[in-house]
Nanobody, 122 residues
Framework: QVHLVESGGGLVQAGGSLRLSCAAS????????LGWFRQAPGKEREFVAS???????YYADSVKGRFTISGDIAKNMVYLQMNSLKPEDTSVYYC????????????????WGQGTQVTVSS
């Protein structure tokens, strides 16, 4: 069992930055992959970024070069640094945990946080 709690969302102007945090608990941090997904109103959930902390990191094309996923094993935290934000990045962002082989597919992830709202104004 893995428990995930996101924080760090908010309102930011286009071009600005935010850092989302996800506190993970319940199992050793390196025993699972962690990913970020997002869902805007009326749209399907979409993949943002993920890492298995063993050299496999994935990013959606829409965020490559702007977003960075990182982790702090000692603190059991995973972060999503978001730079050069655009209005189309506005969504609820979710942290998710899955087996080490998990990639960009949402159905590979078994545990989900409650989400944090990110709003980018133009």
């Amino acid at each position: 069992q893995v428990h995930l709690v996101e924080s760090g969302g908010g309102l930011v102007q286009a071009g600005g930055s935010l850092r989302l945090s996800c506190a993970a608990s319940g199992r050793p941090f390196r025993s699972y992959a962690l990913g970020w997904f997002r869902q805007a109103p009326g749209k399907e959930r979409e993949f943002v970024a993920s890492s298995n902390w063993r050299g496999s990191t994935y990013y959606a094309d829409s965020v490559k070069g702007r977003f960075t996923i990182s982790g702090d094993i000692a603190k059991n935290m995973v972060y999503l640094q978001m730079n050069s934000l655009k209005p189309e990045d506005t969504s609820v962002y979710y942290c998710a945990a899955g087996p080490l082989g998990s990639t960009w597919r949402g159905d590979e992830y078994h545990y989900w946080g409650q989400g944090t709202q990110v709003t980018v104004s133009s």
